[in-house]
């Protein structure tokens, strides 16, 4: 996750919260190694699929795997006990994935997905090249819109995001958390649908200040993702009710 922070007229650029970008120091695997990963990882039109996690701890070294999230720009993986999971607690219900980037999850569930695809702007493109980091491939069936505004026109019960950057206030110094400006106003979200679950990890959002509103998590060892601490990898779920 890339942050840009604006304050008193001077750009900050720094990299996401606590070590979200250590794969930056990881090894590249050999294409031959990457192109097995994704005959593992992705189906025959290029979109990541859901495996079962121990299938893919049992193929895949984690290093790799993180490694090969770091390429392809994945940040949590779909593993098929978190989709059922996620069937689980959204049935019934209208549901809208915001940040989706290549529409991982929402694929898999039938989901709208959306996305500001803010890395396709080239201000942007600009600082992750600089910085060594593949942007996200965004797919056609991926709507072009903020999270505000996805919630504003598509009226969901819930709202699901992996890896959700918050937003923050260019005018200040950014909280320990972390965040951008073209982040999302988590606070407003929850006011507008009855249910908001976001996919991470607690190392790396754990100090997210919707986090000091009442919520719960889910913790399981079938969660899989980018971050180099997967016990951390979790679901948190806000909720008006």
């Not at 590249?28 to 192109?35: D, E, L, N, V």
């Not at 699929?49 to 070294?61: E, F, G, N, Q, Y």
């Not at 910085?131 to 009226?155: F, N, R, S």
Request: proline share 7%.
């Amino acid at each position: 996750m890339l942050f840009l922070f604006w304050h008193k007229g001077v750009v900050t650029l720094t990299v996401g919260g606590k070590n979200d970008l250590a794969v930056l120091n990881l090894h590249h695997p050999s294409i031959t190694r990457m192109r097995l990963m994704d005959k593992v990882l992705l189906d025959h039109n290029g979109h990541l699929t859901a495996r079962p996690a121990a299938m893919l701890k049992r193929k895949i070294d984690p290093d790799d795997l993180r490694a090969w999230c770091h390429i392809r720009g994945v940040y949590g993986l779909p593993t098929l006990e978190l989709v059922e999971c996620l069937c689980d607690l959204t049935k019934g219900a209208t549901v809208v994935e915001i940040g989706a980037g290549t529409g991982s999850f929402g694929r898999q569930l039938g989901w709208t997905m959306t996305d500001n695809k803010m890395q396709s702007w080239p201000e942007i493109q600009a600082y992750y090249t600089a910085l060594g980091q593949p942007t996200i491939q965004y797919p056609a069936d991926v709507l072009e819109m903020d999270a505000h505004k996805a919630v504003a026109e598509l009226k969901p019960d819930i709202v699901f995001g992996s890896w959700i950057t918050q937003w923050i206030d260019p005018e200040k110094p950014p909280p320990p958390g972390g965040g951008n400006m073209y982040g999302v106003k988590e606070e407003w979200l929850l006011d507008h649908v009855e249910t908001y679950i976001m996919y991470g990890n607690e190392r790396v959002h754990g100090e997210k200040l919707l986090l000091q509103r009442p919520h719960r998590i889910i913790k399981a060892p079938w969660m899989l993702s980018r971050a180099l601490n997967p016990t951390g990898n979790c679901l948190y779920i806000w909720s008006r009710k």
